[in-house]
């Protein structure tokens, strides 16, 4: 049997060693690189048939009356492009063909400079690869009512998490801690794609957040399954005493975390090295708040249960607080 | 007595596997699978359904031809409109947007877009969802102002009006699709007959010689409902001055007759679904009333006859354009990557948990069929994420299987039989695979609602997916696969407890059992006999 208990001090400094660059590039700002659907804007691809230059088509741009343009490279020669809110297109056209919209203007003005488009299949073509354009009024809703999804989703799991756990002393204690393990898995994804914001210029959209919401489900399933073992052998008055307790469910239920998030993990990866690029974003959000929730239920959630327990914190502060110094009991081993 | 009931279940999770693997079997097969087998082609399914509508029970055959794939796997136009009502402030936007949705249905089922998707969002929103169509014409098919149209029914000399009888009527033009125009004096026609009425656009000459359409054009944006001196509605209207010729000399030669209202080619119809059309009682110029409608019908006619068109302008909030060779590309990316993600994961299981594992695979197979057999038969959306999502559900009933089969062996080390330690791993893993399905329960529960709150159809797409994985998983991972073991326990495959467990030597003898510390040792009878 191994001992999952002893070392919990080093898993706790292991999981800052980790969340740690993620929160300090959450404090920096911007914490995270928001997508359209939060700020609003027109996001846009286009693939040239000849080799441009970002400068000059980022210049192109500027001339065309879009200084503000962002432009990233994401193939050869194809390249995304992100302007504010392009006008002509949230307006429906009276009787008649449409005016042509600000969209037209940039697409026959890149063309009469780097020559023709190109489609998805390489075939020529004169319109942009895909285009989505968002306003201003939707997206402070959209932000708005995902903050609200994520406190609501913690809520609804506290709740049901203490109700399911009700019946073993201290359900509270369970309930902090499946939480804690839940904020432990949010904050890294979170901190993970501040850095890939701030490296890489990922945006966050709201795949993301189904993602993230996801993983919140994801780590209290987690979480669950070593609880439920936990509450059913102290039922049975396993082990010697709590910690005991905690060690031997923990040793009962790593074979099936670790099974089941390794099938997870490998159908993730398999979509993430072959899927679409669509929901690439998603599939990562996925698969680091899937390890760390499979880590944080055996390396956080239970062994803060122990940390109560034990009374550690008092410990530590009677550690840190000499003058308060008592002989400290015993250390159980398993 | 066991075995029988057990047979039965087989039996009905093989029909159940049938039945969905022939409703999704792909009519390109070869795209997806290995292309050097020659695959039967699949034809989709027909089956009875039952409708419900309204009280009346109807059946009908429900075809299930093809997946339902979203715009990311289709390509086309996704638009977010939001009710204009500064133009329009004393519109009833719920009814107006009611309208509104029926009206751009319309459109573009005329225009053949199919599986379009239309949507009240909130409040004021509609999000409209159009495959295969570019944003420039899916601007045009939302916002463009529809035709308005006066028709007058077919009639003779003696103003009989001309139904169509054992046929179809058709608008555009105005015909008997098959059947007979048989003349019927006003008085006589019935409800049933009102649909066989053949309305034609009513024309009259204008000041300038020509003949011409009586349409909206002529008709003043000012109409409004008023209450008669009895209470009951009236439908004030006004014509222009070029209209009210016009429509003087239409309305002189229908003295008696009705009259209706056609938007886009389609009579504009009342909340009972009768199409709306008033008797001319009198000689009508510049300024009109209809009597007789009821008060929502008055009102919703109003919008119309005023908008022209929608009842309320429309502002495009949100607008989303993929290209439908991405989509192409992806699905079959997707697909394929789904099935060696699963090819994988099944033969994870079957080296890790022999025997069991190979059963799990099994049923793994029976979850797959029946969950995107649902997808096709709802039919649900597909989009990307919910790929994602019925994958992860092929990860959730997987879960449920490794926790079952753990706990099975440690029952088995604990020296309990074969038999026991099965039914125990399944009665003992139980509440840990209820409560951590509740939790992605309610996680779908809250995306869903999230995504419905600014129609963001992938996000409810997954949601939405997800749900019907996990509850499908539960059966799959539970039923199907104890069902499964519990055949094979009483065939000669159980004498080889190496094909059970792959750490054998932990659980045979009595000798090899290590007791958990604070466990009393228990005999050991290993073997499933």
């Not at chain 2, 047979?7 to 792909?26: K, Q």
């Amino acid at each position: 049997m191994f001992d999952f208990v002893r070392r919990r001090d080093w898993y706790y400094l292991l999981s800052l060693l980790v969340l740690v660059p993620g929160i300090i590039s959450l404090i920096i700002p911007p914490s995270l690189k928001p997508g359209i659907e939060f700020t609003g804007g027109t996001t846009f691809t286009v693939r040239f048939a000849q080799a441009v230059h970002q400068d000059a088509l980022r210049s192109a741009l500027s001339e065309l009356g879009h200084p503000e343009a962002v432009v990233q490279r994401t193939g050869e020669s194809e390249f995304l492009v992100r302007t504010r809110e392009l006008e002509g297109s949230a307006a429906a056209p009276e009787i008649g063909p449409a005016p042509p919209s600000e969209r037209d203007t940039i697409e026959s003005g890149l063309r009469q400079r780097f020559g023709d488009f190109l489609d998805n299949n390489g075939n020529v073509s004169n319109r942009f690869i895909d285009f989505s354009s968002v306003s201003g009024t939707v997206s402070e809703e959209i932000g708005r009512n995902a903050g609200i999804a994520v406190i609501f989703a913690s809520v609804a799991i506290l709740l049901y998490i203490s109700w399911a756990f009700r019946a073993v002393p201290k359900p509270f204690v369970f309930g902090t801690a499946a939480i804690v393990a839940l904020l432990h898995d949010v904050v890294l994804v979170l901190g993970t794609f501040s850095i890939f914001g701030k490296v890489f210029g990922m945006e966050i959209n709201t795949m993301f957040l189904t993602g993230l919401l996801t993983v919140m489900g994801f780590s209290v399933h987690d979480t669950i399954v070593v609880f439920d073992r936990i509450r059913e052998n102290l039922r049975r008055g396993e082990g010697r005493d709590f910690s005991e307790c905690v060690n031997a469910s923990l040793n009962q239920t790593v074979a099936r975390s670790i099974n089941t998030s390794f099938t997870v993990v490998l159908v993730l990866v398999a979509m993430l090295l072959m899927g679409g690029v669509t929901i690439r974003d998603f599939l990562l959000v996925l698969l680091i708040g899937i390890i760390s929730g499979t880590y944080s239920s055996i390396f956080v959630a239970s062994q803060l249960l122990v940390t109560w327990e034990e009374r550690d914190i008092q410990r530590l502060l009677r550690r840190l607080l000499p003058w308060r110094r008592r002989p400290a009991p015993v250390e159980t081993e398993g | 007595m066991r075995g029988w009931r057990n047979r039965v279940l087989l039996g009905l999770i093989v029909v159940l596997t049938v039945f969905s693997v022939v409703t999704v079997w792909p009519s390109e097969p070869n795209r997806y699978l290995p292309s050097f087998i020659p695959w039967p082609v699949g034809q989709g399914i027909k089956f009875p359904w039952i409708k419900i509508d309204g009280g009346a029970i109807t059946f009908h055959l429900k075809e299930a031809r093809a997946m339902r794939l979203g715009l990311d796997l289709r390509g086309g136009t996704r638009l977010v409109l939001e009710a204009d009502t500064s133009q329009a402030p004393d519109v009833n936007v719920d009814q107006a947007l009611a309208t509104a949705a029926g009206i751009i249905e319309n459109r573009v089922n005329k225009f053949g877009v199919s599986e379009s998707e239309i949507q009240r969002q909130g409040s004021d929103r509609l999000a409209v969802q159009l495959p295969g169509i570019d944003p420039e014409k899916a601007r045009d098919l939302v916002g463009r102002t529809a035709v308005l149209e006066f028709r007058e029914p077919k009639f003779d000399e003696s103003k009989n009006i001309l139904t169509c009888q054992g046929g179809t009527v058709t608008y555009n033009p105005p015909g008997c699709d098959g059947g007979q125009e048989v003349a019927v004096p006003v008085g006589s026609i019935t409800q049933q007959m009102e649909e066989g009425i053949i309305w034609v656009p009513a024309q009259a000459v204008g000041s300038d010689g020509l003949q011409k359409d009586l349409t909206g054009r002529f008709l003043k944006n000012n109409t409004f409902v008023s209450a008669n001196n009895v209470g009951l509605p009236i439908l004030n209207f006004e014509m222009t001055k070029d209209g009210a010729p016009l429509l003087e000399q239409v309305t002189n030669r229908l003295i008696g007759l009705p009259m209706a209202f056609f938007l886009d080619g389609e009579p504009i119809r009342g909340t009972d679904n009768r199409i709306l059309a008033p008797t001319v009682r009198a000689v009508i110029s510049d300024k009109g009333i209809i009597e007789g409608l009821s008060a929502d019908d008055a009102r919703l006619l109003s919008i119309q006859l005023n908008g022209g068109a929608l009842p309320v302008p429309l502002k495009v909030l949100q607008q989303e354009e993929v290209d439908a060779t991405l989509g192409e590309d992806s699905v079959q990316q997707s697909v394929i990557a789904g099935e060696m993600a699963i090819l994988i994961v099944m033969l994870f299981m079957t080296s890790f948990y022999r025997l069991p594992g190979a059963l799990a695979s099994l049923a793994l197979f029976v979850y797959i069929s029946i969950v995107l057999a649902i997808f096709k038969v709802w039919p649900v959306t597909l989009t990307l994420a919910g790929i994602a999502a019925f994958v992860l559900g092929v990860g959730m009933a997987v879960d449920a299987n490794i926790l079952i089969f753990e706990r099975t062996k440690e029952e088995l080390r604990l020296g309990r039989s074969l038999v026991a330690a099965i039914e125990a791993g399944f009665s003992r893993a139980w509440s840990s695979i209820r409560d951590s399905n509740v939790s992605t329960l309610i996680t779908c529960a809250i995306l869903y609602w999230f995504g419905d709150q600014f129609g963001a159809s992938l996000v409810k797409g997954f949601a939405f997916t997800l749900a019907i994985g996990v509850l499908v998983s539960m059966f799959s991972a539970i039923m199907v696969t104890r069902t499964f073991l519990r055949l094979t326990i009483g065939t000669p495959l159980a004498r080889h407890l190496g094909w059970w467990v792959a750490d054998v030597a932990q659980v045979r003898g009595p000798a090899a059992v290590t007791p958990a510390p604070g466990m009393p040792p228990q005999s050991a009878s290993g073997g499933g006999e």
